[in-house]
């Protein structure tokens, strides 16, 4: 299984044809307390930088993008009860949903670990 | 593009300055963010934890971005009863009201606080006024405008405001400054500790018990310091004073309060004191008449909101598929445990119980005119 990165602070496994997503802990961190996570339904399909779900915190409602094309096959139940999950464990129980993915070669442009933790410091 | 445009424009672009606590914000690890034109702390360790400290013990809030101005001289009463709704005049020394300002069509410009001063406070002038962070170079240049020559207007920019609020705020300043103690909602007092003269008013805007201490803004840390060593302390970023104001139904200048909307509209008729409307001669006043005559055209409500998705201000709200109002101010309420709001709606879809409908992001999200607050103030009034 690979983890990819992207610039918008989300998280990507692939596994097979399956992606899973979700937003990175510096993500959570930023957004504060997290009360609401709007996902997409189960069979909707993504062009990558679709708008996919929506986080709410406290304070304001953030977008979170499709970062690659795919279709919608499962989506994290838990976090309709516990949005908290986000915060408290944002890279595993708190992912978001899982894509069939369209096109494997868009993975390509994304960052690894140690290149994200980079890009965070940069920040 | 009129002259005022470019005015608001230039204000836009001028950097963000600094308050008195700045650097000790920033020793505390707080978040900070663009406020009012100055850097201000949004938070320390998190919006919902520092939100239920406030509801059981104290918190302290860095104010210092709102203005705290002073009036002096002949016929100052019946110079601020002219631009004020509220009885001056009736105002006893230490003693404090909300007010506002209004422009010519009852529309409000700013709300405030307003009390008169004693024991010789702030070099011996009659009136304390504090207003609005965001609004307070609009309300000095309005007051100036209005204001006969008479009437000396100072602006105390080397003031810092704190406010300590919550059910053990009392027994935490009392441990510091025993004399507090005797103060009840909506009184002041002049106090001196470790020989800094303090103006302490027991109010706030978080539906608690509490205070608001006007300090000079050299001695600001070290009171700041004083408070969050007690037990009962921890400093509280402006996210949380939003999410327990909006519990409190207080309004929001800004959000909740505009120069569009009026003041019997927003449910603020409390603050226009019997003899006030009777016998008008402040600015705004055929407004006021006219709307507790007629009704408003709209009217200031809460909003209860089904289920567990925000509703965020400028949110569009439906009656039967039709829209009779907006949100202005809305977000989830740590305590009452659900997502809340405030907005405008017009005056048939307004009673409580009101069934509505609020679109967010496309979808529909059934909301009910609710009471406020959402949860009880637990002010400090006379026994």
Redesign the interface.
């Known amino acids: 299984m690979s983890r990819y990165f992207t610039d918008e602070h989300e998280w990507i496994d692939v596994e097979g044809e399956i992606a899973t997503v979700g937003i990175t802990d510096y993500a959570q961190e930023q957004l504060?307390?997290i009360?609401?996570v709007?996902l997409p339904a189960e069979g909707t399909t993504f062009e990558k930088g679709d708008d996919a779900a929506?986080v709410?915190?406290?304070?304001?409602?953030s977008d979170v993008y499709a970062p690659i094309s795919g279709e919608v096959v499962e989506t994290n139940g838990a976090l309709e009860d516990e949005?908290a999950l986000v915060n408290s464990d944002a890279e595993e129980d708190g992912w978001f949903f899982k894509l069939r993915v369209t096109d494997a070669s868009e993975l390509e442009g994304l960052m690894n670990e140690a290149a994200y933790k980079k890009f965070v410091a940069s920040l | 593009m009129s002259g005022n445009d470019d005015i608001a424009h230039i204000e836009e672009e001028l950097p963000l300055q600094d308050l008195p606590l700045d650097t000790w914000h920033r020793a505390r690890g707080a978040r900070m963010v663009g406020f009012a034109g100055y850097h201000m702390p949004?938070?320390y360790e998190?919006?919902?934890?520092e939100?239920g400290w406030v509801r059981e013990h104290a918190g302290l809030f860095d104010v210092s971005h709102m203005g705290q101005l002073t009036f002096s001289g002949d016929g100052v009463d019946e110079a601020l009863e002219y631009l004020l709704p509220s009885d001056i005049k009736g105002l006893k020394p230490f003693r404090q009201r909300y007010s506002m300002l209004l422009d010519e069509e009852g529309g409000i410009l700013d709300d405030l606080m307003v009390s008169r001063l004693g024991a010789g406070a702030f070099d011996g002038a009659d009136i304390y006024m504090v207003v609005n962070g965001a609004t307070k170079y609009d309300d000095i240049g309005w007051m100036i405008e209005h204001l006969p020559d008479e009437v000396v207007m100072n602006h105390m920019d080397e003031q810092a405001l704190l406010a300590l609020q919550g059910p053990e705020a009392g027994e935490a300043l009392a441990s510091l400054i025993p004399e507090t103690g005797d103060l009840v909602f909506m009184q002041s007092g002049l106090f001196t500790w470790r020989g800094v003269p303090l103006w302490i008013s027991r109010s706030g805007y978080t539906g608690e018990d509490g205070f608001e201490i006007s300090v000079p803004a050299d001695s600001a840390a070290l009171l700041a310091d004083a408070l969050c060593t007690l037990p009962q302390v921890k400093p509280i970023g402006l996210?949380a004073r939003?999410?327990l104001r909006l519990e409190a139904g207080l309004p929001l200048y800004g959000h909740d309060l505009t120069p569009a909307v009026s003041t019997i509209g927003a449910d603020l008729g409390f603050a226009i004191q019997k003899r006030r409307r009777e016998e008008g001669g402040f600015i705004g006043h055929a407004r006021v008449m006219k709307e507790l005559a007629d009704g408003p055209g709209s009217k200031r409500v809460g909003l209860k909101i089904e289920g567990?998705?925000?509703v965020?201000e400028g949110a569009p709200i439906f009656a039967d598929g039709i829209r009779v109002g907006e949100v202005t101010s809305g977000?989830?309420a740590?305590t009452v445990g659900a997502?809340i709001a405030m907005g405008w709606v017009s005056l048939p879809h307004s009673a409580i119980d009101t069934a509505l409908e609020i679109e967010v992001?496309g979808k529909r999200v059934a909301a009910t005119v609710a009471p406020m607050p959402f949860v009880p103030h637990r002010y400090r009034r006379k026994a």
């Open positions: 504060g307390d009360v609401f709007e929506v709410e915190s406290v304070k304001a409602a949005p | 949004i938070q998190g919006i919902m934890a939100h996210g939003d999410s567990r998705l925000p965020r977000g989830f740590p997502p992001r």
